[in-house]
């Protein structure tokens, strides 16, 4: 398997601009899960799913972002419009199930940068 | 609360030689995993090593093993024969059971490792 894969690697976008990043979790998984990573704030879980349904975007930071499954192999995070504070690293996880022992499989992250 | 807390924001060792990494944890759930995972300067997270709550004996893998001290609920990582390759940010991880949230993976801040020749 090649992994979880994410595009694009980098991304530089103007303020106000739309970002969309892409996920391809590892097949057979049924979670797949959105983490951001700043130096302020460390790893912060925004959204899972399960078997594609949402189940908990209380992390979230506000209506800006948003992100869907469309099914098992494919997964988008939007943000509309994007600001400065935006800029982060942005990482597509998936694991096999919701077992204690199962730990996370994580892409390469997304470099994205707002200016 | 922090349910994860890493204490050491930077530690440095001399190349060749054993280091520790302090992990401590907060649950009231009788069944969790624990993780290390690695972030070199390149960015991915590598999975390290993995040690169940009810596992008898301390995780080994390779150089790493951890040092589970369940009634201290803490979870260190040793790392033996440090290698340059092994500096990177390291970071602690914890998956709650039996009282719900169980698929999320909730981590510290991390520690960033320097291996010096």
């Known amino acids: 398997d090649a992994g979880v894969i994410q595009s694009p690697r980098h991304e530089v976008t103007e303020m106000g601009q739309e970002v969309t990043l892409r996920c391809k979790p590892i097949?057979?998984?049924?979670?797949l899960f959105w983490y951001r990573q700043t130096m302020m704030r460390g790893l912060e879980l925004l959204i899972y799913?399960?078997?594609?349904?949402?189940?908990?975007d209380s992390g979230m930071p506000e209506d800006r972002f948003s992100a869907k499954m469309p099914n098992a192999s494919f997964s988008t995070l939007k943000i509309q419009p994007s600001e400065p504070r935006d800029s982060a690293v942005y990482f597509c996880a998936s694991s096999l199930g919701a077992q204690v022992s199962y730990g996370y499989t994580f892409g390469s992250g997304t470099r994205l940068t707002v200016v | 609360a922090q349910k994860i807390t890493q204490t050491q924001p930077g530690m440095f060792v001399q190349e060749k030689e054993a280091v520790t990494l302090d992990c401590t944890y907060d649950t009231s759930d009788p069944s969790y995993g624990l993780f290390w995972y690695k972030q070199p300067s390149s960015g991915e997270m590598i999975f390290l090593i993995y040690?169940?709550?009810?596992?008898?004996q301390n995780a080994t893998e390779g150089r790493y093993s951890l040092n589970f001290q369940k009634a201290r609920k803490s979870a260190n990582l040793v790392i033996s024969a440090s290698q340059l390759g092994d500096s990177a940010m390291y970071f602690c991880a914890m998956r709650e059971g039996l009282r719900g949230g169980s698929e999320k993976l909730v981590f510290g801040k991390g520690t960033k490792l320097t291996v010096n020749p």
């Open positions: 097949s057979g998984h049924d979670y």
């Open positions: 040690q169940g709550s009810y596992d008898q």
């Open positions: 799913f399960n078997n594609n349904v949402p189940i908990d």
